[in-house]
């Protein structure tokens, strides 16, 4: 089983299931594949055509987290719907932010 969040040094990497043309841009919180792996489940509005989807996930992530738009970006995946969004800084710190997040926090 994959984990969805992944400490590196100097990041994390968020697996991310996206959805676009949504009504609106939000995370929804955790969600399992029916492997078993488990994912960020997300939303955006943008279209899924020359990255448009990617920058508003990207956009999302940054929000969500409360870090600078510059920190976040998506490393693998562009155009698959599972996604990795690297987010660079201090990974303890990251991760225990995406805990508090979807803790409601």
Known sequence: MER????????IDIRVRLTPKSSADRVEG??????GSTHLAARVRAVP???AA???LERLVAEW???PGRT??????ATSRIKTVSVAGDAALLSKRVEER???G
């Not at 969805?4 to 990041?11: E, F, H, K, P, Q």
């Not at 955790?30 to 492997?35: E, H, I, L, M, N």
């Not at 976040?72 to 995946?77: H, L, N």
């Open 72 to 77: 976040v970006s998506v490393t693998g995946g």
């Open 65 to 67: 987290l409360g870090v």
């Open 54 to 56: 990617n920058a508003a």
């Open 4 to 11: 969805m969040v992944r400490l590196s040094a100097g990041r």
């Open 30 to 35: 955790v969600a399992a594949a029916s492997d």
């Open 102 to 104: 979807l803790a409601g």
């Open 49 to 51: 055509e020359k990255g």
